[in-house]
């Protein structure tokens, strides 16, 4: 018996991923809405672009070139982010059609912004609703069987840990967008 549970721990410790990884893989399938994606893989991509985004964001502000570098960085991860997210309600039971809102909102606010309209606050006040919404719907466990979009990933015990972690840093940077939002819409 006690053999049995070594190996399953061993099993376990050769599937396991990193963040890197699961990062990685999201980019590999940067157009692939198939299949399913677990909170884990979800959130560990989430908080790796983000820290991607802010170390560009740095660098653009140290060289005067922020908005050039936020309309490459949207534009490659964004497509990545939104199959991702597509896999992750696959993965929950749920169509990807839940992501099309941000999508629509997101291309809204880049093409305002770029054009240099005052339009920008309205679906920047709506893409930051929806994406709070829809966070905190991918933030629940998927379904524990098979469903019509592919079979059940059977995930280790810390990866739950670990995506408590990375929910938790996410739902503050959520938070801190939403104050600089409300304090820039109020002066």
Known sequence: MNEEIQNSEIIEQENMKTIFDCWTDAIK???DINGRTTRYEFWAFQT????????AALIGFCFGLYKIVFEIY??????PAMTISIRR???MGLSGKWAVPALV???IMLISWEIGTDFTFLPLFLLLCYISYLYSMLSDNG????????KKVVEPEIYNQDSRV???????????????????ALY
């Open 166 to 184: 990375f929910i938790i840093f996410m739902a503050l940077f959520l938070s801190a967008l939403w104050i600089i939002f409300l304090i820039k």
């Open 89 to 91: 309600l696959h993965d």
């Open 29 to 31: 399938r940067f157009f």
């Open 143 to 150: 379904d524990k069987e098979d469903n019509i979009y592919g």
């Open 74 to 79: 949207a534009l490659y991860f964004l497509a």
């Open 48 to 55: 790796v672009s983000l820290f991607i985004f802010i170390l």
């Open 105 to 107: 909102l997101a291309i």
